[in-house]
């Protein structure tokens, strides 16, 4: 009797070691609490903010927030199977950080797998940010308490941003200069002839990067290789035709656009109010500065009488 229990206390010991000190949820995930806070747990129906990297098993990262440069908002739906990533997520409470091992079988049986995806697990590495429990709220009261949560949020970046443009500046070693509207930018590669001007169509390549360095967009396919963008078969990567001074794109463009001659190429670093401003866009956040790095291949000027032709599709395009 005593052998078989020293059998099977060296067997856990054993799986333990496997799983990398792992506990085993429902369905068959995995999870690691590298903090665990007291409190409610997440439940159906919370709001929850959280800052999650997603990897494949060789290390690979498939997502990010800390490259959007911010937590993404959730509020917590029915699983959809028992096990799945909402399922998970109620072991968690605010404050709350681990990393949980799906496995990829599972999560991609009922989706599409990402192209040359290997590995037996999707690995999530989370940290519950803030929860704001749905309990007996009415759902105005609920959206309210949402609303007035992500405005403190957007308020806060709002008042940060300044800093976080200095900050960047300042450790680039480039010598910036900066216009009256708050554009910053520097011309690594003079051009030749005249200025851009309004209405002439400026045709570029360009990167657009956030001040961390992750690539959002870019006309370059090697950079968006590089950068591991997804969609690379649906675009052209041709430099675009970008009309000036239309307010066709955003206003740093139009603005650093009309710096530049043909030939140069520039670095821009665009504050939100001249770029994304409030509502961000995509994986640019609200009130958040975006850098862009630029090169005119050519100027096309208009023909007398004549209106500029429209911009690419794929240019940043001007607020509404």
Known sequence: MKKNLMFLALAAIGLASCNGGYKKGEGGFLYNFYTSNSGPKVKEGDFLLANLIIKNDADS???STYDQGRPSPLILP???YPGDIFDALKLFTE???ATLKLPADSVFKRGTKPPGFKGKYL???IKIVKVIPKGKLTDQAFNEKITAYMKSQADAEKNAEPAKLKKYVDASGQKFNKT???L???ITKPGQGPLIAAN???VINYVGKLLGGKVFDTSIKAEAIKA???SLDQRPFTPIHVAVGQRKVIAGWDQGLQLLNKGAKATLVIPSSLGYGQMGAGPIAPYTPVVFELEVVDVIHPKPGSLAPAPTAAAPVAKK
Request: net charge negative; hydrophobic share 30%; glycine share 12%.
């Open 228 to 230: 591991k963008l997804g």
């Open 95 to 97: 404050g709350d950080s």
């Open 200 to 202: 002439d169509t400026a």
């Open 180 to 182: 009256d509207s708050g």
């Open 123 to 125: 690995n999530y590495t």
């Open 184 to 186: 910053y930018y520097v």
């Open 61 to 63: 990262v498939l997502m």
């Open 78 to 80: 029915k699983s959809a």
